[in-house]
């Protein structure tokens, strides 16, 4: 017998409001001391209303997100104010009324999708998991559901793609996902927290135009968390800029965009300042020559890819997802042996398999994550992050590694005295990213491939990691190799740009020949698909290319 969703109660003044935060605050314990991190929130929410949330990280975003279901993570507690859903005090509901609603009346979208999944299970089984425990579809409406969620999300063989695990699929498609899961009970309220963080700009689109879809259909109302200011734009009615746990400002989005008041906005709103002027390498330092790739049964994943990467240079690989970029690094690491084709270091061919490679090999050639979160170990103090490499690779042990973990530390403008002995969990997104820069400069390499680094963290902070990056390549000749779907990015760092799509390399040439029309037609697209300070733009975008779609089906 199937259970209808609870029938929602009468909201206390105005029913439109579903959600009304008063006073709220939250504190953090550290050295078993509790601090505040959220200090005196107020706001209100809208049914069918979408409430952007911004500002640096260790602003208070995210928190503030899970404490509109009543949940704060292990190391923080909800200490006052109140959380009104729909008339219930979430708060101090008691756990089995916060669970019979979450899931059903409040979803959760996380940034880290790669993190949340259980690698396990299909995509599938956990699609279902949350309707039919709470009994709102049976199996079969619920997998009818997915495939129906899958497709408009854009995900590739939606009939089938629900049938994989986690690992299966890339970053980007875990991500949508993730998205169709939340919205497989049609939720009244969804907190996305960075739900396209990990998304090329071409299926960013489709993706945000989904969930704006969704949310005008069923009348959901949502928190949508975010450090990229363009697509909040594209996405919120209103707008809350947070600093510190405390907000800032807040007003409707265009009055926002056009008319902010406060110092603090106006830097956010002028953080994309940074740009370097290219420059042609002249030694070859690291070369991807003819390689085609398999993962296995020999599909071919990377089709007779060539690329170049010069001395004391970075050269940006961009496309979008699925498209090879991290692939290509797999087999430049040796972690994917090419099937045919060579990767070569300075002339000399490297061996294709990592276990092949000897420990030189492996010290020049160094990479850094995505996600910090789950490239560091959660139960080693930095200075065992950090020093484990110092160790291997340069021999030092006792106070000459100390000394040198310390160097690294001031190295990435971390104070060494403060951070040395902290674990992953007591740093900022942005402090833990800086661990992992530390990491691959402990083995002092000459190529670093830097994979999504910047993608996860909001702009004040990704600006300064850039002009980290750009800083140490200055002083230690470095050469990189920047993947990336964030074309603000490669503006900021890149000498080269090599564009691929679906395993192969369609275009690559010096910044400002490839940033110049006239470009190849998936170039374009591209570039086109870069979201803008408009709140227009989305909407503008789309009919656009609906237009264009219709014209090319007459012709």
């Not at 008691?94 to 979803?107: F, W, Y």
């Not at 000399?348 to 996600?371: F, H, T």
Request: charged share 25%.
């Amino acid at each position: 017998m199937m259970i209808t969703k609870p029938k929602k109660a009468d909201a206390a003044n105005d029913d439109s409001i579903l959600l009304k935060v008063r006073g709220l605050r939250i504190d953090g314990m550290s050295e078993e001391v509790w601090n505040p991190i959220v200090k005196g929130v107020d706001f209100d929410l809208k049914r069918g209303e979408i409430l952007g949330l911004i500002g640096e990280s260790g602003a208070g975003k995210s928190t503030i997100g899970l404490a509109a279901m009543g949940y704060a993570r292990p190391g923080c507690r909800l200490s006052g104010g109140e959380i009104l859903f729909d008339g219930i005090e979430m708060r101090t509901a008691s756990e089995k009324q916060k669970r019979a609603m979450r899931g059903v009346r409040i979803a959760y979208v996380a940034q880290s999708a790669a993190a949340s999944f259980n690698p396990a299970h299909r995509l599938i089984e956990q699609y279902q998991e949350a309707p039919v425990q709470h009994g709102v579809l049976s199996v079969e409406e619920a997998q009818s559901d997915a495939v129906d969620l899958f497709g408009r999300l854009q995900l590739p063989d939606a009939d089938t793609i629900g049938f994989r695990y986690p690992h299966q699929v890339s970053g980007g498609q875990l991500q949508r996902a993730m998205t169709a899961m939340a919205m497989a009970c049609k939720p009244d309220l969804i907190v996305f927290d960075e739900p396209t963080t990990a998304l090329d700009v071409t299926t960013q689109i489709e993706v945000l135009a989904a969930i704006k879809d969704v949310v005008r259909q069923f009348n959901t109302a949502a928190i949508y968390i975010t450090h990229d200011l363009a697509v909040v734009a594209q996405m919120a009615d209103r707008i809350i800029v947070l600093r510190y746990g405390e907000v800032v400002e807040e007003a409707d989005t265009r009055t926002m965009l056009s008319k902010p008041t406060e110092a603090y906005t106006k830097s956010l709103w002028a953080v994309r300042s940074l740009h370097k002027e290219e420059e042609p390498g002249e030694d070859t330092l690291l070369e991807i020559r003819n390689v085609d790739a398999s993962y296995g049964g020999g599909v071919k994943v990377l089709h007779d890819v060539s690329i170049k990467v010069p001395t004391k240079r970075t050269v940006a690989v961009v496309g979008e997802s699925g498209s090879g970029k991290s692939t290509t690094a797999r087999v430049i690491t040796g972690l994917l042996p090419p099937m045919t084709g060579e990767v070569l270091f300075k002339g000399e061919v490297l061996p294709p398999a990592l276990k092949s490679r000897g420990k030189d090999d492996l010290r020049k050639l160094q990479m850094i994550y995505q996600m910090p979160d789950t490239a560091i170990n959660p139960r080693q103090r930095v200075r065992d992050i950090i020093g484990r490499p110092v160790q291997f690779y340069l021999g030092l042990t006792g106070k000459k590694r100390e000394e040198r973990v310390r160097e690294l530390l001031s190295m990435i403008d971390m104070e060494p005295d403060t951070f040395i002995d902290r674990y992953p969990g007591e740093l900022s997104g942005g402090q833990k990213q800086r661990i992992c820069i530390a990491r691959a400069l402990a083995a002092e390499p000459q190529l670093i491939i830097c994979d999504e680094v910047t993608s996860a963290l909001d702009q004040l902070v990704a600006e300064e990691v850039l002009r980290l990056l750009l800083r140490l390549q200055d002083e230690f000749n470095l050469s990189y190799l920047f993947i990336t779907h964030d074309l603000a990015t490669v503006k900021a760092i890149a000498d080269e740009i090599v564009v691929m799509l679906q395993g192969s390399v369609v275009e690559q040439g010096m910044k400002t020949e490839m940033l110049t029309p006239p470009h190849h037609e998936y170039t374009d697209l591209l570039l086109s698909s870069v979201p803008e300070m408009d709140p227009d733009w989305l909407e503008d975008l789309l009919v656009k290319r609906a237009a264009a779609a219709n014209a090319k089906a007459r012709a």
